[in-house]
């Protein structure tokens, strides 16, 4: 009776642990997606959700990470470094310890429509890209930050 419910517990345990492997997380294949633009899915969205999360993060396609670091730089005021949503609120291009040497100059500013959730394809490549800019503007706020 004992080794039966025993084998039932591992069955019923062993079906809910396989869905949660996915494979092997392939960043690579994230990075060559960031050099792509966004795609247009429109009235083809995967679902109206997934278009609407798109359209949040679509100013990522005309920003310049460079001329709007310096503009924030020099703008008299503490610069915002940008912070994405998700399990836990990060700094795209900082590490911890990098943020936690600058907090105290800088605003944290979370950047509208990021979060843990991925509604499609091109939602993943949009925050993809959303993360590659921010990376590059938080490496440039911090390299003038930390220095002062």
């Known amino acids: 009776m004992m080794r039966c419910l025993f084998l039932n517990a591992l069955a019923i345990a062993g079906i809910g642990l396989s ?21 247009d899915n429109g009235p083809f969205a995967s679902s109206s959700a997934e278009q609407l999360a798109i359209d949040k993060l679509s100013w990522v396609e005309t ?37 936690e040497r600058i907090k105290d100059k800088v605003v944290s500013e979370l950047v509208p429509g990021t979060s843990d959730t991925i509604r499609g394809d091109a939602h993943k490549a949009a925050l993809i890209r959303v993360r590659d800019y ?15």
């Open 134 to 148: 921010a990376a590059e503007y938080n490496a440039i706020i911090y390299k003038n930050v930390a220095i002062e």
């Open 63 to 99: 920003a310049d990470a460079q001329s709007e670091a310096r503009a924030a730089l020099s703008s008299g005021t503490p610069p915002k470094i940008m912070a994405m949503s998700g399990r836990l609120r990060t700094h795209p291009g900082l590490t911890p310890q990098q943020y």
């Open 19 to 39: 869905g949660c492997d996915n494979g092997p997380v392939d960043h690579k294949s994230d990075m060559k997606m960031s050099q792509k633009p966004i795609p």
